[in-house]
């Protein structure tokens, strides 16, 4: 009797040892099946065991099941059953099919979150796609349950080759992990892998400050296999959809506005090889109505108060002097607000050249106001004969309220002529490009907007069994 019940017991652990996953989880998928299995064993000796009770399951290190189970029941493998069979003996470090892996690579932009001018960064949120095909990976032959197999890509991408490609030029990168690791690992039965992770990425911007505050910032990601050169793996950007997909319907800062994305590739030599790099550029156009109402308003409120000296009368001298001193503080402290937040270069921006010419108006009218003053303080004379004939043909002698009168119909007229070129001639090429520029990119980004609506549900139906 004894022998009998130390038998049964030894196979009652055996059958459940060999039943059930590292997760605890029957192979066959049903607990029922296995409460069933086991009364039949011991309905000689176990018939006192109540019903309701059933072994702990038994919780294996690894992922391997024995074949000849798997088999027994004739029915299909599950997931796990399938991934212990595929990885077991798997040599991670041999290239798939011992040939040049193509690796297609998609990218969804979910967010930008900013842009700083000062170090030239910018920082966004992106999902990164690859897929690639390795024949070790498939498994049609071993009568799956499902023809596609989601997993622990935390897990089991350690364990399976890779093309361990990164973004080379970005400053800091680091994979979501709310509330885990944000890594979608799947594998279909004729051993295609699809791998897709979220990460936030810092990576460079590019900007010529010349038409500053109306210019544009173009910030580049470039993304290459970091162990495997061209002649391993050559990864191309995804053909059958655009390779570059927003996921928002507009990305906006306070600052700036996405205009345009571009997605390129080319190579590039390294002492180890050539490498293949995928690259991809994303435009920012500034928003300027900041600048224009906190500075390019505040500056020409400073240049006409300037010229009200010109209606005082000549011997105002002490207010026409407060009038003008306080106007080229006030823009020399507006000046110097701007340009504290933008990076040290020697470009001469565009703002530069506004701010200095009203500060260049601002200074004559002083200049003028001290040629006033000294034409006031000749108390013998009214006027000033002037010497230089070619100089003064029509008007050879200048008295203060003269100059005053001449000086309020001149500054305004060069001001007009100086603003005709700014706008117009300084500013004006580059803003037509812009312009032009920016109404492509938006009938570019309604076209693809149109698109992403149209396959709004593809990426979750792939990952569906």
Known sequence: MVCKVTIALFCLF???AAGYT?????????????RRNVRHIGDAQLDDEPEEEEPPPILLDGLTILP?????????RDDAQVVSTILHGYKKDNLPGNRQVQVSVEIWVQEVSKIIEISSEFELDIYVTERWTDPALAFSHLNPCK????????????????PHACFVNSKDASVHKSPFKNIFLQIYSNGSVWHNYRVKLTGPCSSTLRTFPIDQQKCMLVYESFTHN??????????????????????????????DFQASSEKRLYPPGIFNELVATFTFQRLYGFYILQVYVPAYISVFISWISFYLGPKQIPSRTTVGVNSLLALTFQFGSVVSNLPKTSDVKAIDVWILSSMAFIFLSLIEMALVGYLTSRQSAE???CNCSWLCAK????????????????FPTTFILFNIWYWFVFLGLEIAWQEMTLLISIVSLASLTKRRVSEKKRPFLVKQS
């Open 14 to 16: 055996g059958f459940v």
């Open 22 to 34: 590292k997760y605890g989880i029957p192979v066959n998928g049903s607990f029922g099946t296995s």
């Open 68 to 76: 000849s189970f798997i088999l027994a029941d004739g029915k299909c």
């Open 147 to 162: 023809s596609n197999i989601s997993v622990d890509g935390g897990v089991v991408l350690n364990k399976i080759w890779n």
């Open 230 to 259: 061209h002649a391993q793996v050559q990864l191309n950007w995804i053909d059958y959809t655009a390779p570059i997909l927003i996921l928002k319907e507009n990305i906006s800062l306070p600052d700036y506005v996405l205009v």
């Open 383 to 385: 006027a000033s004969r």
């Open 395 to 410: 008007c050879p002698e200048w008295s203060a309220t003269k100059l005053d009168k001449a000086s309020a119909v001149l």
